[in-house]
């Protein structure tokens, strides 16, 4: 009996693993924005690009926006936890988490954090498209956006 009880939770744990690889996608690649598929109410660039290194258990972006300067360049775990890093030349506080397929991205900046962006990045079924729903939780009333990002031919992946 303890043996059949033994495989079972063998079994059990196996299945959830793998039930957790295939919940988690990886975004890795380099990514260009569609500004005819996206619905955009900021300043976001129509260059903007999005390089994606993905580890099991970290994330490295690189955010170009065809503009002139440097990238926004930074490498965070994706366990929940605040990560320092600078975007735009200013400071801010990002943490990255799985929730099913979604990678969620909360973002807080400004002198007393008070502009909150939350992220949900989720890969099409065939891999090619990357989209970022871009939801304004501080200050409230702006609308949320949608960007659509194709992953580039000649990519790895």
């Known amino acids: 009996m303890s043996g059949r009880l033994s495989c079972c939770i063998l ?11 295939v919940q988690r996608p990886d975004l890795s690649g380099l990514w260009r924005l569609e500004p005819s598929r996206s619905e955009i109410h900021s300043r976001i660039s129509p260059q903007l690009t999005l390089e994606i290194e993905q580890k099991a258990d970290t994330i490295h972006l690189v955010q170009q926006t065809g503009e002139k300067g440097k990238p926004d360049d930074f490498k965070c775990a994706m366990d929940g936890k605040d990560c320092k890093v600078k975007e735009e030349g ?3 506080t990002v943490s990255f988490y799985y929730n099913g397929p979604v990678l969620v991205e909360i973002k807080s900046e400004g002198q007393n ?26 200050p409230e009333g702006r609308q949320p956006e949608k960007l659509v990002l194709t992953r580039q031919s000649g990519d790895r992946h």
Do not use: Y
């Open 113 to 138: 954090h008070d502009i909150v962006t939350k992220k949900r990045l989720q890969l099409s079924p065939d891999g090619s498209t990357l989209t970022v729903e871009v939801i304004h939780v501080m």
């Open 90 to 92: 200013h400071a801010a």
């Open 11 to 21: 079994f059990v744990g196996l299945a959830s693993l793998s039930a957790d690889s």
